[in-house]
């Protein structure tokens, strides 16, 4: 007769906590390495004051791409790899969350999976593009985006952009599970709903608040977090819960 193991999560005790850790850091380097490849780049003042005046990032994008490959091609490739391990690491999260707080945390823990989907669209259109620069050269690249833009932004038949609203949504609904448990204080949760409120769509800028100070702001929830999960010190993923009488109460300023 085959044996059972007990206390059989998925993703486990090592890919969860990993994940927990490596996701954000990734997520951080990827954000970082594209605001460092769009910032350093010689463009005059007339060139900056031009890509300001855009609707969207996208011009800048393309030819922040020109002058910096190799950042911004990294810094697409880490993002990109923090998105799909984040996948994991919110699983997790939702886990720890919902064995005091189910129903919040698995709705909001499935929204921000399904939005970090969408980020993967987003992101073959963004290395498409990317690509199209060294076939097609800049200007006519930045032509097709411009004149495609909403287009390929909103995807076929709207799916990408409409399961981007799960990152919003499910952010909220996630963290909320997370503080009602006990396992996000006031500080970790307003870092957690900053870092996911984070832009969505094709050929983003990342700026120091808006992308880097975000991601920052994502492993100082998450890693810790991680570490605790890799060391089994997390309470709700051993297959003895904690009794429910003790819980910490909940206070307006807490960690």
């Excluded at 890509?51 to 490739?77: D, I, K, M």
């Excluded at 980020?119 to 259109?125: C, D, I, N």
């Excluded at 995807?155 to 609904?173: K, N, Q």
């Amino acid at each position: 007769m085959p044996s059972i193991t007990h206390n059989a999560w998925f993703p486990g005790r090592f890919l969860g906590g990993g994940a927990l850790v490596l996701g954000p850091l990734l997520w951080l380097a990827g954000l970082t390495l594209r605001h460092l490849a769009t910032s350093t780049a010689p463009f005059t003042p007339q060139q900056r004051a031009h890509f300001a005046a855009q609707p969207f990032a996208a011009p800048e994008q393309l030819a922040a791409y020109t002058v910096n490959p190799g950042l911004a091609t990294a810094g697409y490739a880490l993002y990109t790899a923090g998105a799909i391990v984040l996948c994991l690491a919110v699983v997790v999260l939702a886990r720890v969350a919902a064995a005091r707080s189910p129903w919040p945390a698995r709705l909001g823990g499935a929204m921000v999976v399904v939005g970090l989907f969408s980020r993967l669209y987003w992101a073959g259109v963004d290395e498409t593009a990317l690509r199209l620069v060294g076939t097609l050269g800049l200007e006519r690249t930045t032509d097709i985006v411009m004149n495609l833009y909403e287009d390929i932004s909103y995807g076929p038949w709207r799916v990408p952009v409409s399961a981007a609203f799960g990152l919003y949504l499910g952010t909220l609904l996630l963290g909320f599970a997370a503080f009602r448990s006990g396992t996000f204080g006031t500080g970790r949760l307003a870092l957690f709903v900053f870092s996911g409120w984070l832009w969505t769509g094709v050929l983003k800028r990342s700026e120091l608040i808006d992308g880097v100070l975000s991601g920052a702001a994502l492993c100082l929830v998450l890693v810790p977090l991680g570490i605790k999960v890799l060391r089994d010190a997390v309470p709700e993923l051993r297959e003895q819960a904690q009794p429910a009488e003790t819980r910490v109460p909940l206070r307006v300023l807490s960690w």
